[in-house]
């Protein structure tokens, strides 16, 4: 498994090597990382699956994994899930990593349906993603809006917001 801190740190409890200290001091890698690195290490090991990242907001935890590796991390029946959930004390979601934001807002919101996702370029200069959800869809997202908002501006490091239509 390749993650964002290394073997003998996977492999360890508590304390992290020095280079991925700094990297946790640094905010390149966050608290949350290593607990689910670890707790996926300890799950499926030396499968060949890359960890990326990991977020949370409210009650709500998502992993990141390279594409193609959303089945085996979540094992059979759902077992890893199950466990990552019983540890985490929070709900789970594993998605895959892409840089195209309409796909991970897809991955995310199942089985709520998307319309498509616009930049919207703010007066000030700035700008978010717009992500438009049918409005009929809005009791079938996995969380309130306003928390996989938060999810996806982590993931992808800029404002999101749902916008029902
Ligand atoms: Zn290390």
Known sequence: MKAPICEVCLKTEDILCPADEKKLQEGIISELDVKVARLLYKLIGDADVEFKKAVEAGDLVVIIVGEGQVALVIGKGGKNVKL????LGKRVRIIEDTKDIKKLATDLLIPARLFGVNIVYKPDGGHYYKILVPRMD??????PSEMLEKIISQIIGEDAKI???
């Open 163 to 165: 916008v029902f239509a």
């Open 84 to 87: 990552l959930m019983r540890e």
């Open 138 to 143: 809005k009791q079938r997202l996995p969380a």
